[in-house]
């Protein structure tokens, strides 16, 4: 009984407020407009809270004509990650992920929606996990001053878990990153000048990353 009633009086209590907050259908309309924003920015923080900044980079090229949904791709951890609901990837754990649907709608003459979903320990072991790009960057050998530089070590990761969305124009020549910490896939990469996009071997990921669901 004592739990009905509290069911009983809630709705009540939400229905007179219904009443007197929202006096016009407009104002209804524009809170209804508003509840997906808040509810994508409540999984986003929640999803951040459990991962961490990775390094990784792809070990072959990815072409935008050629690798359509569906295709497996592959990349490396630079270093070592120590997921905070799962175990430590050691540097070189091989990441595996598939060409995917693009879930952001983006409008572009040519594109790419990547989503990493496995972590393949040496002993054999598969850890799944869901994966963000926050930054990518065109593989080079050398850094600024000339000294050779290993894949994936280019530049660090500063993701510090504050960051829930990225739209980054020219992230690489005439190509954009779009990604979203509550969103399904990885990232999309998308061009409106190229119709050939590809992303070369050795190009780098930042990553927001953590253990995810089998």
């Known amino acids: 009984m004592k739990t009905r009633f509290a069911v009983a009086l809630s709705v009540g209590t939400v229905s007179l407020l219904l009443i007197f907050a929202l006096p016009g259908q407009a104002q209804g309309s524009e809170k209804t ?12 923080n929640q999803e951040a809270a459990l991962m961490v900044p990775a390094q990784a980079y792809l070990i072959r090229d990815l072409d935008a004509k050629k690798d359509h949904s569906g295709e497996a791709f592959e990349a490396k951890l630079s270093d070592s990650v120590q997921l905070k609901n799962g175990p430590e990837l050691p540097k070189g754990t091989l990441l595996t992920g598939v060409v995917a649907n693009d879930d952001l709608q983006v409008h572009a003459m040519s594109k790419l929606a990547l989503r990493i979903t496995k972590a393949h320990l040496k002993d054999g072991k598969v850890i ?8 990518i960057d065109a593989p080079e050998s050398t850094d600024a001053e000339g000294y050779p530089v ?10 510090h878990g504050k960051t829930l969305a990225v739209d980054q124009i020219d992230a690489l020549h005439h190509v954009d990153l779009h990604s979203r910490i509550s969103g ?3 990232g999309v990469l998308d061009s409106t000048r190229n119709d050939n996009m590809k992303l070369n071997e050795g190009t780098e990921l930042e990553l927001a990353i953590a253990e995810g669901r089998a």
């Open 128 to 135: 799944p996990v869901k994966a963000t790009i926050m930054g």
């Open 150 to 159: 290993e894949p994936g070590d280019q530049m660090p990761n500063d993701w």
């Open 33 to 44: 407009q508003a509840a997906p924003a808040n509810t994508a920015t409540m999984a986003g």
């Open 184 to 186: 399904r896939n990885s």
